[in-house]
């Protein structure tokens, strides 16, 4: 394990570690472009060129290996003016774009500019002139005029995504990126070019000219779309006075996780968040002859704990059938068990969950729900089996369908309908589903809510709300512990659970769930 | 683009595959082939180049536009490649480039409109004792003046 | 000393086909290696101080101690690229005696364990690729290559492998990267190409002129080498000398040789008789030498000491009839032309001093442009990825100091 002195501090690495990397660990940032934690070093920014003692001229950070004894500094007046010249360089050929450029806030040539170089630009010849709307495929524009030549994106699809798209063309100062014609960059991976390139000349046409950085919060969360259950941070606005906005959530970005998804988050996963800000349910409401009648919570739950109270006491709970996802969180599969299973004697359960799609070979996921190890592993059988409904006359019929409710597979439902007592929907989304039943009440997609996972690899991952509750949307485990009270049914049991946090240690109690590690 | 020359350039290529130990190497080969036989580099060739070498079309496009010699454009019948470095320049290469495009009704990086000629200024051509030089495609002509000039022109129909 | 060594049989009529160079001595150096053992040829090699005439100067013995003995392919590549201006001897070795450079492939390849060579070629050299194809199928005939080498045991094939018009491709990485089929790239050192090179295997990248002096070690002996130049530079050197002389060639010279004496005394002093101005020593990528400078000798370490290099050996000659703004824009010109574009300070400032030289030469220069280039010429220095961004920049600082006041009478005060 050498030890090496930066910046005056003594550190003790592994061996094999680079200088960016102790430096890293000494809390101690070197400024770096062209390298990336994902690929192996590339040397071409010069950016993160370091003064080490003994040696004749500076040495990159990110490729040079420290050896016992090793003087490293960074701030040193000629790593200073070197930074400084590489800024200068790259500042000098890149258009002026930052006003109306969607990287602004959040660009490495910005920010780096701020600390390392805070000069008059001395440039005064003509800059050159390059494509400035390059479609590079579905979701990016790339515009050359603004590319500093890190190769990122091209070693991302060589090495990550192993599809290649991206090439660099021409020599010397006519360096452009670029894809032969007919082949552009079309793989599930796209998005993650834009948050990969330093500045902004990969950018992303959802968030084109649509709000800016320093507008957002971020807050991180779990992806709820397939099986692998990647880190994300949600994007979305903090609110502007007076301002109506139309949508909250402007764009999802990828949140490191080394064990599950590395830097990296699928397209399918990026572009798919416009459910959590349309097509929402606002308020619980009751159809009668069609027409909407809203209701308040404390309604809904008088009319169902009813419901359950009477069949419950003429011993009828077989008459009441459960439709569940495996979108549902291990807190409120649990819950489910806990109450209808086990105190309510409700047997009758169906997971309707979506049919399967392709998966890639990466982290796409064929499943697309994001718990199914979690609902089988609190002892539910996820296979749909729709001989359940045909066991006994079907009384009350609750629907829990989180925010799946157009790709639930429910094509049972509607010749059933009219012989089904009835019929509640908890969904986030509004869909045919909502004609097809008696009451509507809306839940928070995952955004919204706290929880935890099991992910297609047995890991358990807990995660918090990102997003405030869309108008009166309640999380599941919310409404079951309501209900629990209302029915009422061992109160002082379900009465303890006030956050998913309890929840999960009382599984842990109870030893039918697992801690956080896998 | 005609077949058969296509098979000629298909089954060049891969006579010469076996030299290298890895099939991609054979890159610039390759290139060289299709632009000998073609004149230049269309989609057609480096598609087929990069069938050949099983890379991707985008691995040939980078390498063709990296390399001076390799054009995408078609040449004309005599590539005219008037060197630019500096002991030609020291002998007097700029007239003679400037009396090329006076003769040829041409500026450099043109191709006259009957297709005879393209005019290229290039960087060292190694034959610096021969200033100032040109290369008529692959032949090297030096010690230039306007009558030499004059008397090359002549020869080349 | 007047003799030739390495050239001395170049005037011999066909001495490119294998008949006539056997007649006259050829691959007697490959037998006489071919029984000695060859850690023997490294060692002699070493002890010649033969050192890379390729622009580098380092000794070549070292460059292939580096290489390991292990059970992997191992590759010789030998540089044919020629592309610093102002450089013509390879071109000159092989197309005179291609022969004699299949020898020095033969030992050097058999002294380092390397079973296949390639000779990167110039795309330029088209003829005497040509040419050097011919004799590789020439020696292949008479058993020089293919398998079991005169009945040692010995297996080599030679490829002769051509460029696309790329002066970087004469870097060493930068070649294997070409070799590969890809953009010629240079690449990050360490690893050295000894360890990790083409395809990732140990490979040795020599010059041709270097190749072609092993076959006379060789015969001759190590000591016999070094006694013809300096201490730690042995043997000769083929100076291209160009420019502003009366008679431009190629000189076979001792390495030590005075500039002064190659100029004068040898290529026939300045055409014309006009004075002289400058010298470029090495090759573009060599500072500039002023009049007063040339009584260096030309050996690797003492043009050093002078603040300039040996490099390829090719002296261009500036006469006082030469505006020295058109030597300044020639050679920015050329390195902006020839950056790969990898790294900020080669991509960008050779492209930004060439803009502002061109201003300067069409008469539109500014105030303060002798300042800036110098300014971005030292932030090129010492900070690039591989050697382009030093053989721009110190060329480049070199005419600014010691032409200051020619290029600031250009200029507005």
């Known amino acids: ?425 908890f969904a986030s989304q509004e869909s045919k589903l909502s004609q097809l039943v008696d009451f509507v009440a809306p839940v928070t997609p995952v955004a919204e809510k706290a929880g935890s996972f099991i992910n297609v690899d047995g890991l358990m991952q807990s995660f918090e709300a990102a997003l405030n509750p869309w108008g009166e949307s309640r999380p599941e485990w919310e409404i079951l512990v309501n209900l629990a009270r209302e029915i009422p049914v061992n109160y002082r049991y379900f009465g303890r659970f006030n956050s998913p946090r309890a929840i999960r240690e009382a599984m842990a109690e109870e030893k039918l769930i697992m801690s956080e590690r896998p | 683009m005609s077949a058969p020359v296509f098979e000629v350039i298909r089954k060049e290529i891969e006579a010469i595959l076996p030299r290298y130990p890895r099939k991609e190497a054979a890159l610039l080969p390759a290139l060289h082939i299709v632009q000998r036989k073609l004149g230049f580099i269309p989609p057609e060739g480096e598609k087929l180049v990069a069938q050949l070498l099983e890379i991707k079309p985008v691995r040939v496009r980078e390498v063709v536009t990296f390399y001076t010699m390799f054009t995408r454009k078609p040449l004309g019948k005599y590539h005219l490649q008037v060197c630019s470095n500096l002991s030609c320049s020291l002998a007097g290469g700029e007239s003679i480039l400037k009396y090329l495009e006076e003769k040829l009704g041409i500026k450099a990086g043109e191709t006259t409109p009957d297709g005879r000629f393209t005019l290229s200024t290039v960087e060292c051509l190694g034959a610096c004792d021969q200033s100032p030089c040109l290369m008529v495609n692959d032949d090297l002509y030096g010690q230039l003046d306007r009558a030499k000039v004059d008397e090359l022109l002549a020869t080349l129909e | 000393m007047n003799e030739k060594v390495l050239s001395r049989q170049f005037d011999l009529p066909h001495l490119h086909k294998i008949d006539v160079y056997l007649e006259n001595g050829g691959y007697e150096a490959v037998r006489k290696a071919l029984r000695l053992r060859p850690e023997e040829i490294v060692e002699e090699v070493k002890k010649a101080s033969l050192r890379g005439r390729g622009g580098a100067g380092f000794p070549a013995g070292i460059k292939w101690s580096f290489v390991p003995r292990v059970d992997k392919p191992k590759y010789l590549c030998v540089n044919a690229d020629e592309g610093e201006p102002g450089t013509f001897k390879d071109r000159y070795i092989m197309s005179h005696n291609p022969h004699l450079l299949i020898e020095g492939i033969i030992i050097t390849s058999y002294a380092v364990g390397i079973h296949l060579a390639f000779i990167y070629i110039r795309g330029e050299y088209e003829k005497i690729a040509q040419r050097l194809e011919k004799a590789i199928e020439e020696a292949r005939n008479k058993g020089f290559l293919g398998r079991n080498i005169l009945g040692t045991g010995f297996d080599l094939e030679v490829v002769v492998h051509r460029g696309a018009g790329a002066y970087i491709c004469g870097e060493e990485t930068a070649l294997l990267e070409s070799l590969e089929g890809k953009r010629g790239h240079p690449r990050l050192k360490p690893p050295f190409p000894a360890s990790v090179g083409l395809f990732q295997m140990p490979t040795v990248i020599n010059n041709v002129e270097t190749v072609a002096n092993v076959p006379l070690i060789i015969l001759n002996g190590a000591d016999w080498f070094l006694s013809l130049g300096q201490p730690k530079d042995g043997g000769t050197r083929l100076f291209s000398v160009s420019g502003m002389v009366e008679r431009p060639g190629v000189y076979e010279l001792p390495v030590g040789t005075p500039l002064r004496k190659i100029i004068f005394d040898y290529a026939g002093g300045v055409k014309n008789g006009r004075k002289l101005k400058a010298v470029i020593p090495g090759g573009m990528s060599a500072p500039i030498l002023l009049p007063e400078e040339i009584d260096v000798p030309m050996d690797c370490e003492s043009v050093m000491k002078r603040g300039s290099m040996l490099g390829s050996a090719a002296i261009i000659v500036i006469d006082e009839t030469v505006p020295i703004i058109e030597v300044l824009s020639k050679v920015t010109k050329f390195y902006s032309h020839e950056s790969c574009g990898q790294c900020t300070p080669c991509r960008i400032g050779t492209s930004w001093i060439h803009k502002i030289v061109k201003r300067m030469a069409s008469g539109q220069g500014r105030k303060d442009d002798l300042k800036e280039i110098e300014r971005l010429a030292s932030q090129i220095k010492g900070r690039t990825l591989c050697p382009l961004g030093d053989a721009a920049a110190l060329p480049i600082l070199a005419i600014v100091n010691k032409f200051r006041a020619e290029l600031e009478a250009m200029l507005p005060q």
């Open chain 1, 1 to 425: 394990m050498p030890k090496i002195t930066i910046d005056g501090q003594t550190i003790e690495v592994a061996e094999g570690t680079t200088i960016l990397k102790a430096a890293g660990q000494a809390g101690i940032d070197i400024p770096h472009l062209c390298y990336h934690p994902a690929f192996p070093p590339e040397g071409s920014c010069r950016l993160c060129l370091v003064e080490i003692e003994g040696a004749p001229k500076l040495e990159l950070a990110c490729a040079t290996v420290v050896r016992e004894g090793m003087v490293v500094k960074t701030q040193s007046e000629k790593v200073k003016e070197a930074r400084r010249s590489v800024l200068e360089f790259l500042l000098a050929e890149h258009p002026l774009d930052c006003p109306i450029c969607d990287k602004a806030g959040e660009c490495q040539l910005q920010d780096y500019y701020e600390l390392y170089g805070l000069f008059e630009s001395r440039y005064r010849e003509t800059k050159e002139k390059k494509e400035k709307l390059v479609r590079l495929g579905r979701h990016l524009l790339l515009d050359r005029e603004r590319c500093i030549q890190c190769t990122r994106c091209v070693r991302f699809l060589l090495e990550i995504t192993r599809t290649g798209e991206l090439g660099v063309f021409e020599r010397g100062i006519k360096s452009i990126i670029g894809f032969y014609e007919g082949e552009p960059v079309d793989n599930n991976y796209s998005g993650n070019l834009a948050e990969i390139c330093p500045v902004g000349a990969i950018t992303d046409l959802d968030f084109r000219f649509k709000t800016r950085r320093w507008l957002l919060d971020s807050r991180p969360s779990l992806c709820p779309l397939c099986s692998r259950n990647c880190a994300i941070n949600i994007e979305f606005h903090r609110g502007l006075a007076r301002i109506e906005l139309g949508q909250r959530v402007f764009r999802i970005r990828s949140r490191e996780n080394p064990q599950v998804n590395q830097y990296w988050i699928c397209d399918l996963g990026r572009y798919s968040y416009r459910y959590l800000d349309e097509n929402r349910i606002d308020r619980p409401y009751q159809l009668v002859n069609g027409r909407r009648m809203n209701l308040s919570w404390e309604k809904l739950f008088i009319l169902l704990s009813e419901k359950i109270r009477a069949l419950r006491i003429r011993k009828k709970t077989s008459r009441i059938v459960l439709v569940l996802n495996s979108a549902l969180t291990n807190e409120e599969l649990f819950l489910m068990r806990r109450l209808f299973l086990e105190e309510l004697a409700v047997s009758r359960f169906i997971f309707c969950d979506p049919p399967e799609e392709k998966g890639d070979s990466f982290l796409l996921t064929a499943e697309r729900v994001p718990n199914r190890r979690g609902a089988e592993k609190i002892g539910f059988d996820v296979k749909s089996r729709e001989e359940v409904l045909r066991e006994d006359k079907i009384d009350l019929l609750l629907i829990f369908a989180a925010h799946l409710p157009e790709k639930m597979p429910l094509n049972w439902l509607s010749p059933l309908a009219s012989q089904i007592g009835a019929k509640f929907l």
